[in-house]
């Protein structure tokens, strides 16, 4: 709408000024002393206003470049009584800005294709996404690479907050680790009913993975030992376990995950920045699936984030790994990186998620 209102304005400013011409050249042809009578006969009237000091209404574009321009054939100091001389020397400022803005050359970097814009604007659609995960997910999905900074450019509204510091020390720690550590954590969900149900998570800090999920109206240390028994296996030696101090991680808890070859790692008091991990899934599953839904009792609450859990893990870029997906299905697909430019001789298709709450999009070959 901006750009057809703006572009409506251009024309009638044209159109304006064109009869403005037309009408200077037919004063033009006009004698001398036929100019000078009505010359004086106009200014005799305008005399009149001016005496009456009344204020004439505010001078449209056209008007106001017709005066600039009139200006540069006679002295028009001495007939200019409706606005004062500094403001006409301020349109012809301003006439000269826009006349060197139209005059210099666009600068800064070319236009990615309309085609990956558009594109580009579809995928700013799912609510939570920001300019590094669309960027992450053309270029795993569909080989296009393009900056999260020019994605910015083409997104409707940008509002992804800038992450802060973390601390080297424990980055360290976990870059060393990553591979064996597992992290959990609970949450309160509460259904149409209000009723408050638990979310325990397990998740692998290496890869990102969610290793299991399960849902509880009252879990006990019994429940939550019987679920890192369905997780931790031989053939997955995990050696660090991650969790705060809540009542629930008792010490027959502890001792049991101990005789599993886990080492017990409990966070601070009042410290979840140490469990960051697993605060930051907590988090993306409640702004990416839960703050959207209301569940009705606890199966309906399980296949919910049965579905999330599998997007999560199968269909979702993380810029921390480089970006990648923890659990691709059947591999990332070696793509071919096309710049900004949709390959030839494939579409993109998209794939609804929780009934479109999210879209997983790849390349699909155009048949012939």
């Known amino acids: 709408m901006r750009k ?3 572009l409506s304005n251009l024309l009638g400013t044209l159109f304006d000024l064109m009869l403005d011409a037309l009408r200077l050249v037919r004063v033009s042809l006009r004698s001398r002393c036929a100019l000078a009578a009505e010359n004086l006969f106009l200014r005799k009237q305008l005399a009149l206003y001016v005496e009456r000091n009344l204020k004439p209404r505010r001078a449209e574009t056209p008007t106001k470049l017709t005066l600039v321009l009139l200006s540069r054939l006679f002295a028009w100091r001495e007939a200019l009584t409706v606005v004062k001389p500094d403001t006409l020397i301020r349109w012809h400022r301003r ?16 236009r990615i294709p309309a085609d990956v ?45 800038q992450r802060g510091p973390s601390s080297q020390r424990w980055m360290t720690f976990v870059h060393n680790h990553a591979q064996g550590i597992l992290a959990c954590d609970f949450f ?52 660090f376990l991650v969790h705060d101090r809540d009542s629930i991680y008792s010490a027959a808890f502890d001792s ?25 899934l907590v988090g993306s599953m409640r702004r990416e699936c839960l703050d959207f839904l209301i569940p ?28 990648g997906i923890p659990e691709p299905l059947g591999g990332i697909p070696v793509l071919e990186i096309s710049g900004h430019r949709i390959p030839c001789g494939q579409r993109v298709v998209a794939s609804a998620v929780l009934g479109g ?12």
Request: charged residues 25%; positive net charge; proline residues 6%.
């Open 357 to 368: 709450l999210h879209q997983e999009y790849r390349l699909e070959k155009i048949a012939a």
């Open 256 to 280: 049991a995950l101990k005789a599993m070859g886990m080492t017990i790692l409990k966070t601070p008091f009042r410290a979840p920045q140490a469990n960051a991990f697993c605060e930051r």
């Open 95 to 110: 006439g000269f800005r826009l006349f060197w803005r139209w005059k210099s050359k666009a600068r800064g970097r070319p």
């Open 4 to 6: 057809l209102d703006s």
């Open 188 to 239: 309160v969900i509460v259904t149409t009913s209000f009723r408050l149900l638990y979310v325990f998570v397990i998740m692998e800090v290496g890869t990102r993975r969610i290793a299991h999920f399960n849902v509880a109206c009252d879990p006990t240390a019994d429940w939550t030992l019987q679920q890192f028994r369905e997780v931790i296996t031989e053939d997955k030696p995990y050696r």
């Open 117 to 161: 814009g558009k594109l580009i604007a579809g995928m700013a659609n799912n609510v939570t996404w920001g300019e590094e995960r669309i960027a992450a997910e053309l270029l795993l999905k569909l080989g296009i690479q393009v900056s999260p900074r020019t994605v910015r450019r083409y997104m409707p509204d940008d509002t992804r907050p």
């Open 296 to 323: 009705l009792n606890e199966s309906h609450l399980r296949r919910i984030l049965k579905e999330w859990v599998a997007h999560y893990n199968k269909g979702r870029p993380h810029s921390s790994l480089g970006p």
